[in-house]
């Protein structure tokens, strides 16, 4: 594996692209922790460290929306909303293209049709980002009924009004250029741009996460701590957790499919097998996104209107809602079964499916061309989808478990499964894939193939002109260079308490 990260950088072509996406993740982190103009942003971030310390904050929703932004949300920043309006109009889009007779025969119209889907997509994505930063920018004015028991101070140093007007323009911008910086990774850098802005968000707690561990294992002396076995059996719990994450991300259901020969010309056509992959995780994360997102508006409402009438049966059924409760867990196991089964109706195409393997004549050996096969299907896809949904909900669940039950830290028990674990592992195999492509399109080794190939000639590899060349980027690199020297300067005087 080590070989085969070390060959990569011999590629000229995967050379250009891979630092072609450092520097563009570079310049979104940068985003992420740029404040906005009249905002104070430190008590919003002593607020939430000291959430974080004693109960958690990602159980909240905007924990959670926080998280996919890499802390901007609590930081101010002009990237608060992250990439997030541009997902979400991408799934609306998804979806209705399912639905949506016109949109349907829009997407099935070749590159033409997909370039108007994107279009319509970013216009969308405008509208949901200005909608959310003005409900935002209301709550950093109020933050107390956006963030439920801040107490501290005012966060808005300026006039509210320019405040709104301005941090509206400049949470939009922010937004957008994280699209287009997404768009940029994707077309000439490696990986999909989006997946990896959302990723690179939710490792940015990692370094937090470390010294919460280290400060775990290594209190004072007189406070209870636990012992070097406890240690090696959480390194143990999670890289088991990252394996079973990647068995199951990766697995599928190997259909055999059987062409028959055709006779086109002169030519003998078809008569070779293969198979059809169908996931065990067909639906990916969106499940327990949407099931975690449904549960928390519930609880917030009853909350708020069991305060406001004093109703303590309402309180009550609020605190039923909440993370560490048995309601709470079943609700989450029925809503993501739920959710799984209707991501797969919308996306799954069983008809189409059989339909196309009619067409090319092609056909699941034991089972009759046409309505028979997409029954086949269909079954097959019932059955993984069950099985891959109780994965999610054990690994959506086992982060509380960790909380609740052995009282490892919410910070440290985020990386042991959640949403975050899915997404960071599902695209970092994603992107790995993509690398291991390219070596072997280069005659290297691939990450799990050792020894037996190696480089016919280190001067074939070449760049292509497609590729953003060295060249193009290296003017780049001075600009992020000063870029990081001032973040460093500036880290360095906060910290030292020579600037407050």
């Keep these: 594996m080590f070989s085969a990260f070390s060959n990569s950088l011999k590629i000229p072509e995967l050379r250009s692209r891979i630092f072609y996406t450092f520097a563009l993740l570079f310049v979104a982190r940068v985003g992420a922790n740029i404040p906005l103009p009249g905002l104070d942003p430190r008590p919003l971030m002593d607020f939430f460290a000291d959430q974080s310390a004693t109960s958690g904050t990602t159980g909240s929703l905007m924990g959670l929306y926080n998280m996919f932004t890499g802390g901007a949300l609590t930081k101010g920043a002009i990237c608060a909303l992250g990439i997030m309006p541009y997902i979400s109009a991408s799934i609306i889009f998804q979806l209705m293209s399912a639905v949506v007779p016109s949109l349907a025969r829009l997407s099935q119209e070749g590159d033409v049709g997909r370039q108007k889907l994107t279009q319509y997509t ?10 959310q930063a003005v409900l935002l920018v209301l709550g950093l004015e109020n933050p107390a009924s956006l963030f439920g028991g801040y107490t501290g101070p005012s966060l808005i140093l300026v006039n509210k009004t320019w405040f709104m007007f301005t941090s509206v323009v400049f949470i939009t911008a922010g937004t957008m250029l994280l699209m287009w910086l997404g768009e940029q990774i994707t077309s000439r850098g490696i990986g999909n741009g989006v997946s990896l802005l959302i990723t690179v968000g939710i490792l940015a707690d990692l370094p937090g996460a470390a010294q919460t561990t280290w400060q775990l294992f290594t209190g004072p002396v007189g406070v209870d701590k636990p012992g070097p076995l406890i240690a090696v059996f959480m390194v143990a719990l999670f890289i088991i957790v990252t394996m079973g994450i ?28 293969s198979f059809l992959p169908l996931k065990v995780n067909y639906s990916g994360v969106m499940p327990v996104i949407f099931a975690s997102a449904i549960l928390l508006f519930p609880q917030q409402i009853l909350q708020m209107l069991g305060g406001a009438m004093e109703w303590r049966w309402m309180t009550r059924l609020a605190a039923d809602l909440l993370r560490g409760d048995p309601i709470y867990y079943v609700l989450m196991a029925s809503l993501i079964l739920f959710f799984s089964y209707f991501w797969v109706s919308v996306m799954f195409k069983p008809i189409q499916i059989a339909d196309d393997l009619k067409k090319y004549g092609g056909y699941v050996p034991g089972v ?15 059955r993984l989808t069950l099985a891959g949904s109780i994965f999610l909900t054990i690994i959506a669940i086992f982060p509380d478990v960790l909380l609740f039950n052995f009282h490892v830290p919410q910070r440290v028990a985020s990386f042991f499964g959640g949403t975050g674990m899915l997404i960071t592992v599902g695209v970092v195999l994603d992107t790995m894939r993509q690398v291991e492509t390219y070596l072997l399109q280069r005659h290297y ?4 193939k050792k020894g037996r190939i190696h480089a016919r000639n280190p001067n074939v590899a070449s760049a292509s002109g497609e590729a953003a060349d060295w060249k193009t980027v290296s003017r780049l690199w001075y600009v992020l260079g000063g870029l990081f020297l001032i973040g460093l300067v500036s880290w360095y005087l906060m910290y030292s308490g020579i600037v407050k």
Excluded at 125 to 131: G, K, L, M, S
Excluded at 250 to 273: E, L
Excluded at 372 to 377: E, N, S
Excluded at 445 to 448: A, I, P
């Design 445 to 448: 080794d691939g990450f799990l």
């Design 122 to 131: 970013r216009y969308l994505a405008v509208a949901i980002c200005v909608i």
């Design 246 to 273: 990647v068995l199951v991300v990766q697995g599928q259901r190997k259909i055999p499919v059987q062409y028959a020969k055709r006779v086109v010309g002169n030519k003998v056509m078809g008569g070779q097998s």
């Design 368 to 382: 009759r061309p046409g309505e028979p096969t997409a029954k086949f299907l269909d079954f097959i896809m019932t």
